[in-house]
């Protein structure tokens, strides 16, 4: 892991608005911008965050240092931490140089060959307005950097600085662009030759030979080649400065003149760097293209630039005509006065509005224009399909090909992509594939999934490598990997065949889980059990299985044998076509086959008496009663009452049936007058919709068990029992908060009616958390001393004022008087309450 500044070199061009525009552009990329965060930024959004840092910068007028600090985190190549792990990266990093509470902008990049981090800092502290300068930088970044590879797992990288500023920036144009610097090939081709020199004059031939000369420059030395490039000599090596010549060979002294005639033996050009593909060719349409595009880009500015002030002089000769026009009126030297101000307006907004389109036209011809480097230009020619530029990408020195989890083939490729799109292509020439949430990436010989390795992420990446190398696989990486390529080839059940025996044989086995059973009892899975057999022996098992089937709807009486089952092959993976379907009591139904198993029922096939059933009876409080006037059991030879099977309709209720409990307790079950004259039978009100309230005729028609007179049973008689009078009702539900409401319901007849709704209300509370709602626990108020609560709002109940107070992580209910709820309707939710010991709330202020 590398962590490196990238400074603005002009502070002035320097600016969070397009650093922030640049780091989250996809770039018309799939796989580019991963995941974007922001940190101590009231907004969410990107654009008003970048407005929002904006402002904060603008705070702070006295600083004219650059205020934006960009910061990069690259990784090592094949490294892909999860997203958890490269949050807890940035903020250490950002921690370690000092802009904790800063804010920034991190955004995750996925389009280079390593998984890298833009961070862009506001180096403006939100709240101070203060800047922050992080001191030695690059050693703090580097202690970081050890650090957290050692505690997240990552490869180690070389952190410690052993080379100049000049050498990293050399080097860094020769990793990206491709193209040898001067300083490279110095050192790589003149630096010996140099080192040999014994004096000025030789020092100079060996510099003329190569087509160079040094020369002094301010303090120093520099060396300049023939194309006018120039490096300072002591970046070659230290040997070279100008102390370290001078104490060696005396004072400096400039070239003799008899070298200037002397023909350079080699000379120093910008070409690309040593590959393993002949490039001349490409690099030759290169700079063929870069001077045409120069070319044309200069031809099509001075045409815009022409056009504009064509425009431009229009408009003024228009502005003159018009102040003509204003100056022949005999208006008033007001009225001109006020014409002439319009006239000068609407001209400087036609020549505003004609550099605006100036400007855009430029940048539009300077983006087709555009000159590439060397790496970029073969990555946008391979990108439009060119497999010579393709190939010099993956020729270079620094494409090391993919590590780790891979899929690859033998024979060499076949073909692309195929139906996969085809995202973007790095400078190491590999291509980026995006199939949904997943990427693959391929370097030619191997495949690789980069992003979303789930299962639909490891068959794309199979089907792509039997587009390209064939049904053959080779699978490397680790065991797990494997294991997970194995079972997404069974899953999707592709006709891949991998190159590990051990892997082959796994994925047969997920794809036939049942092969291996049956070949250990000698059955083949493709014939069935009965493929031993011969076409009579076959007909003649088909026999006994549908005759033994018939026979199967009578049971064996005592004294009977069981009668034998069918011939029964071994285990195998379909049963024979006179058997399927043969379970005795179920009716024919389809099957679902699934990969992994058997064969199982559908739901919508299973008959109704199984699992459709229909609603069940509502009167399991209430005894049968099967004629006028009588309840008891039935009479003498009557039987058991029919009992309808599961799913069936119920039978109807008689008219003695639906009365009313009260008329059921009075009724009589002897020979008396009651039972020869017919009971009175109560007809049903009106049903209305629900919701709607009941019929004075309905109100109490159903009274409570306990409120019912006597009902005599059999052929004793009891006397109907006067109802009691009707009391207020507590909730059956017993819990452990409706507890001491139900002991205080039997102590305290008084408060019967505040407790019973409190107690229904805690009941409906402590229902709906059972079912998972976010409510908490409600419990009755209990009294005692003098507490400090809450207050969390007032509800009505039945006519009952509840007032709720939270303690802690429990809400207590308390029924109030309507006093109390309206002084409480003034006390905003939330505040501080006292509760005394009897119950009485106090709030601040007045209270009684």
Known sequence: MIAKHIPMKVAQKSSFSRLGQYVTDPQDKHERVGTVHLTNCVSDQVELAILEILNIQAQNTRSTADKTYHLMVSFRTGEQPDEATLKAIEERICNGLGFTGHQRMSAVHHDTDNLHIHIAINKIHPTRYTIHEPYNAYHTLAKLCGKLEHEYGLEKDNHTPKKSRSENRAEDMERHADVESLLGWLK??????????????????????????????????????????????????????????????????????????????????????????????????????????????????????????????????????????????????????????????????????????????????????????????????????????????????????????????????????????????????????????????????????????????????????????????????????????????????????????????????????????????????????????????????????????????????????????????KPAKAAPPAARNGVRNLSEFGVVQQPEGGQVLLPGHVPGGVEHQGAQSDHGLRRPVHRPGRVGPAPAGAGKPDVARPGAARPPVSKAHQQRPSQAGAASTGNGPAAAAPAAVATKPKVKRVGSAPSPASKDRLRPLSQLGAVSIGDHQAPAAPAAPAQPTVPTLRTPATQPLADQLAAEPGKRAGLAAAAKYIAEREQKRALGFDIPKHISYTEGNDRAAVYAGIRQVDGQALALLKHGDEVQVLPVDEATARRLKRVPVGSQVGVTSKGAIKTKGRSR
């Not at 070239?255 to 023909?263: Q, T």
């Not at 020195?397 to 073909?415: E, F, I, P, Y």
């Not at 030619?444 to 089907?463: C, N």
Request: glycine share 8%; net charge positive; with cysteine.
């Open 188 to 569: 790589r081709e003149c630096k010996t030759q140099m080192q040999g020199a014994q004096s000025w004059d030789s020092l100079h031939e060996v510099m003329r030979q190569n087509g160079l000369h040094i020369h002094q420059r301010a303090n120093g030395l520099v060396i300049t080649a023939d194309n006018g490039v120039s490096v300072k000599a002591s970046s070659v090596s230290r040997e070279f400065s100008k102390a370290s010549l001078e104490q060696r060979y005396g004072a400096f002294q400039p070239p003799p003149e008899h070298l200037a005639a002397v023909k350079p033996a080699r000379r120093y050009e910008k070409k690309p760097l040593a590959s393993k593909v002949d490039t001349a060719e490409l690099y030759g349409r290169y700079k063929s293209e870069q001077e045409h595009a120069a070319t044309n880009r200069a031809a099509e500015w001075d045409k815009a630039k022409a056009r504009k002030d064509r425009l431009i002089e229009d408009a003024k000769r228009n502005g003159r005509l018009k102040r003509a026009a204003i100056k022949l009126f005999g208006n008033s030297r007001i009225a001109k006065k006020l014409m002439y101000s319009a006239t000068s307006k609407t001209l400087r907004d036609e020549i505003n509005t004609i550099n605006q389109q100036y400007l855009k036209e430029r940048d539009e011809i300077y983006a087709r224009y555009q000159r590439r480097a060397w790496a970029d230009w073969l990555r946008d020619q391979a990108a439009a399909g060119d497999q010579e530029a393709l190939q010099a990408l993956r020729g270079r020195k620094a494409a090391t090909g993919l590590k780790g989890d891979t899929v690859a083939g033998k024979g060499g490729a076949r073909g692309t992509g195929g139906k996969s799109r085809q995202d973007s292509i790095t400078k190491k020439g590999t291509i980026i594939y995006s199939d949904g949430k997943s990427a693959v990436r391929d370097d030619g010989d191997k495949l690789k999934v980069s992003r979303g390795a789930d299962q639909a992420g490891l068959e794309t990446a199979l089907r792509l490598a039997m587009e390209r190398y064939g049904n053959r696989i080779t699978v490397n990486g680790s065991a797990a990997f494997k294991e997970r390529i194995a079972r997404a080839a069974a899953a999707a059940n592709l006709p891949v065949t991998f190159d590990d025996e051990a892997l082959e044989q796994r994925r047969q086995q997920l794809t036939n889980p049942s092969t291996t059973k049956e070949k250990q009892h000698g059955i083949d899975s493709r014939r069935g059990p009965d493929s031993g057999r011969t076409g009579q022996g076959r007909h003649a098992a088909a026999a006994r299985t549908a005759a033994a089937a018939r026979a199967g709807a009578a049971k064996p009486g005592p004294g009977h044998s069981v009668r034998h089952k069918p011939d029964l092959g």
